[in-house]
């Protein structure tokens, strides 16, 4: 079977959900298009299959021009493309996309993530710091920006800050399991590592099918067992499960 015939009969029964959908309206089908065409993207952008990836969001963002994720989904893969090739016309649009994905939902948490990325990849770290700020004062009651503000502070070696931020987003989601791993991770890298570990379990009996997190907690609490470490025995620690550097690949393209 071509491409051309499974690409036809994948719109045949894009259309086919479509008329079964019709109690919906025209934005629920409109909304169910694009998912599916998001989620065809995705698949193309897990195969390296960039361009491809580009037509399908595209396609996902005239179906439903008010979807951040779609938008978000072209940044990432022209972000992605731009480092890889090192094509600034790529990392440009990469900007661009980003910002019309903020527009339309101005608390997407990937697209600030993969924005504040590009930003400090292309040396403009302060305007990282003053897109995070403008996040956290515009939505003081999430927890999402102070908790990428603390990811920033971290990788700027401000671990001060970073605590601070995480301890803030946790006094607004107490249960907010990213918030406590980095804040696990933090701690550990201070030397912390009873509580870090403490942090490690909360998370875990919110999240228990994280198995990275289990490995670390499990190393962590036979390593205390065996022979406590202080501040100032402690190894370097590792980058702690969940933390993504600035550095990091800007997130997972949304499906």
């Given at each position: 079977?071509?491409?051309?015939?499974?690409?036809?009969?994948?719109?045949?029964?894009?259309?086919?959900?479509?008329?079964?959908?019709?109690?919906?309206?025209?934005?629920?089908?409109?909304?169910?298009?694009?998912?599916?065409?998001?989620?065809?993207?995705?698949?193309?952008?897990?195969?390296?299959?960039?361009?491809?990836?580009?037509?399908?969001?595209?396609?996902?963002?005239?179906?439903?021009?008010?979807?951040?994720?779609?938008?978000?989904?072209?940044?990432?893969?022209?972000?992605?493309?731009?480092?890889?090739?090192?094509?600034d016309a790529f990392l440009q649009q990469a900007e661009t996309y980003y910002n019309q994905c903020l527009d339309r939902n101005a608390n997407h948490r990937d697209c600030h993530r993969g924005l504040a990325v590009l930003l400090v990849e292309s040396n403009r770290s302060e305007e990282a710091v003053r897109l995070m700020e403008g996040w956290a004062q515009r939505s003081p009651a999430l927890a999402d920006p102070k908790i990428e503000l603390a990811r920033l502070s971290?990788?700027?070696?401000?671990?001060?800050?970073?605590?601070?931020?995480?301890?803030?987003?946790?006094?607004?989601?107490?249960?907010?399991?990213?918030?406590?791993?980095?804040?696990?991770?933090?701690?550990?890298?201070?030397?912390?590592?009873?509580?870090?570990?403490?942090?490690?379990?909360?998370?875990?009996?919110?999240?228990?099918?994280?198995?990275?997190?289990?490995?670390?907690?499990?190393?962590?609490?036979?390593?205390?067992?065996?022979?406590?470490?202080?501040?100032?025995?402690?190894?370097?620690?590792?980058?702690?499960?969940?933390?993504?550097?600035?550095?990091?690949?800007?997130?997972?393209?949304?499906?």
């Open positions: 079977m071509t491409r051309s015939t499974v690409n036809s009969r994948l719109a045949s029964f894009a259309g086919t959900l479509c008329l079964a959908a019709a109690s919906l309206g025209t934005s629920g089908c409109t909304q169910m298009v694009a998912s599916g065409q998001n989620a065809n993207g995705v698949k193309l952008h897990q195969q390296g299959l960039y361009q491809g990836a580009v037509e399908r969001f595209q396609q996902a963002i005239l179906s439903d021009p008010n979807n951040g994720d779609g938008y978000y989904n072209l940044a990432a893969t022209y972000h992605q493309l731009g480092k890889t090739q090192k094509n971290e990788e700027f070696g401000d671990k001060d800050a970073a605590l601070k931020h995480l301890q803030d987003a946790l006094a607004l989601e107490p249960s907010n399991s990213r918030a406590l791993i980095a804040l696990g991770h933090v701690q550990e890298e201070l030397g912390d590592q009873a509580q870090a570990l403490a942090n490690y379990q909360r998370a875990l009996s919110l999240d228990r099918w994280n198995t990275e997190l289990q490995a670390r907690a499990t190393a962590m609490r036979t390593a205390l067992s065996t022979a406590p470490l202080t501040a100032s025995a402690a190894p370097a620690a590792a980058p702690g499960p969940g933390t993504v550097r600035v550095s990091a690949q800007p997130g997972t393209i949304k499906q």
